[in-house]
């Protein structure tokens, strides 16, 4: 599996990544199985949040990987934290807490990657920078990055952290392309040109940020998967035609489409089922070429300007 550099830090990997939310409806010797695949698939990053299953998922991912020190240096671990209850919280004590009982669920001493999970409107910026260095500086978090937050949140959080802020997980994929849609219909009378994200794909390759595609596969505001779908007959028929040219499946092809764009965007898969974990990750090996991409692009309901 191809490797990328995440944002500006020094960290190397899989362009496609393991999101475990749901493994806290597995069994331990099933996460054990989907943990293996992945490996041997190529895929070294996990993406986690305290909130995934209420914590379980965390703490069943330890415990199906075996987690000891061999193994935690091949591996990059990514934990959220923000979200509490029906609220936000970006507080100092928050972010500090939910890394302590992230880091006991995943037995491990540091997280490689903390994010901010969701914007939180009564954010404190001096309180978040207060948590970061606190957690640098004890070692228990070594990088760091945010959720589903705009350019102009970022850029108030960097007005006040030292710590480069090195990934944006983001809702992307074939079916839901609002941060292509409005960077091509610019200056065009219509609803794909409205600019409800401030140029956030633009922004993250300035900014030496990498954006993490969540929910790749589905449609809408995570509606459902759009994959084999009879509601998008069109779309699932070019997914089909370049699934049998590349020899992958159809799933590996949503895949490599959103890999094809320059802007280096890691794919956060959350399968847990290892033969179709085994399909997807094929992706990383497919280039689609631009006419193929435009294609996809365009059965999947898109005009182009």
Known sequence: MKQMQLGSSSLHVSNIALGCMRMNE????????????????????????????????????????????????????????????????????????????????????????????????????????????????????????????????????????KQDLIANQLQFGLMHSLMIDQGLNV???????????????????????????????????MEGVFVGNDKFPEVNKKLSELAGRYHITESAVAAAWILRHPARIQTVIGTMNPERLAGIAKASEITLTREEWYDLYQKAGNELP
Not at 100 to 116: A, F, G, I, K
Not at 193 to 221: C, D, I, K
């Open 26 to 161: 597995l069994s331990i010797s099933d996460a054990e199985k989907v943990f293996r695949t992945a490996l041997d698939a190529g895929v070294n990053f996990f993406d986690h949040a305290d909130i995934y299953g209420g914590g379980d998922s965390e703490d069943i991912f330890a415990r199906a990987a075996g987690m000891n020190d061999d193994l935690r240096e091949k591996v990059i671990l990514q934990s959220k934290a923000g979200i509490r209850g029906n609220s936000f919280d970006f507080s100092k004590s928050h972010i500090l807490n939910t890394v302590d009982e992230s880091l006991n669920r995943l037995q491990t001493d540091y997280l490689d990657v903390l994010l901010l999970h969701r914007p939180d409107a009564l954010m404190e910026p001096e309180e978040v920078a207060e948590a970061f260095d606190s957690l640098q500086a004890s070692g228990k978090v070594r990088h760091f990055g945010v959720s589903n937050q705009h350019p102009m949140q970022i850029e108030l959080l960097k007005q006040h952290v």
């Open 187 to 221: 200056n065009m009378k219509n609803d794909a040109a409205v600019m409800r994200e401030g140029g956030l794909l633009e922004y993250s390759q300035l900014n030496n940020m990498t954006v993490q595609a969540w929910s790749p596969f589905q449609y809408g505001m």
